[in-house]
């Protein structure tokens, strides 16, 4: 049936195997069950959305993906090298754009910041590369953030809300981006509230009362 018992598969799961996985996933907040037996496999080559409302658990089913917050219950298995977007940009103010690169570099253990570099141009913001973040707008912070969580190429992308703050061209540059990762095989969660077009899913999950269930599939 899949990794477990249980586990809401895509469709693409049969055929590409899971690289992003989660089974039984349960946790509680002060008394409240925000996630409750949360089963999840997603393969390579994916472009998977999770919705629900304001509180729903969204952020916190990613944090526990990350490995960010420990769950409760259940467990994740993530395959291979992951990227996180979070849903605030995590910025130092008062380094530039291209100091910010470089610090990400050593990070990463990269040998060069050349993929940030033709991210940037995509995003078009090279010209905010000497600017400060603290000083950069809010759209353009995001786009720092995106590029950061990019620059050294991950097969798992998770975003939480990564389009708040984006114009229209932006919005579509990104879902592009997005689009060329899927091909390549990478795997693409995004979380949001907010799905204005449900077309660039593979697959559309919905979590409510702790539980995730498909909204739409591709199969």
């Known amino acids: 049936m899949g990794i477990a018992e249980g586990v809401l598969e895509?469709?693409?799961?049969?055929?590409?195997?899971p690289v992003l996985s989660a089974a039984g996933l349960s946790k509680r907040f002060r008394?409240?069950?925000?996630?409750?037996?949360?089963?999840?496999?997603?393969?390579?080559?994916?472009?998977?959305?999770?919705?629900?409302?304001?509180?729903?658990?969204?952020?916190?089913?990613?944090?526990?993906?990350?490995?960010?917050?420990?769950?409760?219950a259940g467990q994740v298995l993530l395959g291979g090298s992951y990227g996180y977007c979070p849903q605030v940009p995590?910025?130092?103010?008062s380094l530039t754009v291209a100091q910010h690169l470089v610090l990400f570099r050593t990070a990463y253990?990269?040998?060069?910041?050349q993929r940030a570099e033709v991210l940037i141009d995509?995003?078009?913001?090279?010209?905010?590369?000497?600017q400060e973040a603290g000083a950069l707008s809010g759209g353009t912070q995001q786009k720092l953030n995106l590029t950061l969580a990019l620059m050294h190429d991950p097969d798992v992308l998770l975003l939480d809300e990564p389009y708040q703050g984006?114009?229209?061209?932006?919005?579509?540059?990104?879902?592009?981006?997005?689009?060329?990762?899927?091909?390549?095989?990478?795997?693409?969660?995004?979380v949001t509230h907010f799905v204005p077009d449900s077309t660039?899913?593979?697959?559309?999950?919905?979590?409510?009362?702790?539980r995730l269930a498909v909204a739409r599939d591709a199969r």
């Not at 995590?90 to 103010?93: E, S």
């Not at 253990?109 to 910041?113: C, E, W």
């Not at 995003?123 to 000497?130: D, Q, W």
């Not at 932006?170 to 095989?185: H, K, M, P």
């Open 166 to 190: 984006f114009d229209h061209e932006t919005y579509q540059v990104f879902w592009e981006l997005a689009a060329e990762l899927r091909d390549r095989g990478r795997t693409v969660l995004v």
């Open 10 to 17: 895509t469709g693409f799961a049969a055929r590409n195997g």
């Open 31 to 72: 008394g409240r069950r925000v996630l409750d037996g949360v089963d999840l496999a997603l393969p390579g080559g994916c472009i998977a959305g999770i919705t629900g409302e304001n509180g729903s658990g969204k952020t916190t089913l990613l944090r526990v993906l990350l490995g960010d917050l420990r769950p409760d």
């Open 122 to 130: 995509r995003l078009n913001f090279a010209s905010c590369l000497a």
């Open 90 to 93: 995590v910025l130092h103010p």
């Open 109 to 113: 253990r990269l040998t060069g910041t």
């Open 200 to 210: 660039p899913f593979d697959v559309l999950l919905t979590l409510s009362g702790g």
